[in-house]
């Protein structure tokens, strides 16, 4: 039976109905995904993060972004909102554009029930072959959980889990260290 052939859009016409749309998309390979609304936690915890990277990134050339700056995953292609993200030495924007960049530094996903198994797989698998990105951050929204993916000086991606609130996060790239107790600061998980 034939499928009927599904419309593909330009990635003009993706940022053209992005800046007139009252939400966000993200955008791979020619199909727009419409983003649900952040839950409470959700919005706490990147106050939180963004807070923590102005603090110890204060006197650095780096800018830090909230969740409303999009990133060139594959140029294109693929388009998609971090949490949070860093951009040091300078931003490489996509041309004729100020709000999508091409070369994060870090970047962070806070996990939902509906986005976990796309920001630690596909998307993550995504994210890898921007050649700036050398640290991912992803933050269970749920629990006291943190998984850090570094990629070291021979190019390999290695990761390190984070369960308890003494820990901390350390993001090479940017020299510094986020507290687990920070990060999860004011937020209060349901009993068991």
């Known amino acids: 039976m034939l499928q009927p052939k ?18 966000k ?21 990147a106050v939180n993060i963004t807070s923590l990277l102005h603090a110890g990134l204060r ?11 999009k990133v060139e995953v594959d140029p294109g292609r693929h388009y998609a909102y971090p949490d949070a993200s860093v951009v040091c030495g300078g931003v490489d924007f996509v041309e004729g554009r100020t709000d999508v960049f091409k070369n994060p530094l870090v970047l962070f996903e806070i996990l ?17 072959a921007i050649p700036s990105l050398r640290d991912y951050v992803v933050i269970d ?16 991606w ?29 937020i209060e998980f349901d009993p068991m």
Not at 116 to 127: C, H, I, Q
């Open 59 to 69: 006197d650095q050339d780096c800018f830090i972004y909230g969740g409303d700056m």
């Open 158 to 186: 290695t990761l390190k889990d984070l369960e308890r609130l003494e820990d901390a996060v350390p993001i090479r790239s940017l020299g510094l260290e986020m507290d687990m107790k920070e990060i999860y600061r004011r």
């Open 25 to 45: 998309s993200e955008y791979f390979h020619g199909e727009m995904f419409a983003m649900t609304g952040a839950s409470h936690r959700h919005n706490v915890i």
């Open 141 to 156: 929204q749920y629990s006291v959980f943190v998984t850090h993916f570094h990629k070291n000086e021979e190019g390999q």
């Open 6 to 23: 599904q419309t593909q859009i330009s990635p003009d016409a993706y940022f053209e109905m992005e800046e007139q749309a009252e939400t």
């Open 112 to 128: 939902s029930k509906s986005t976990s198994d796309y920001d630690m797989g596909a998307k993550f698998k995504a994210y890898r």
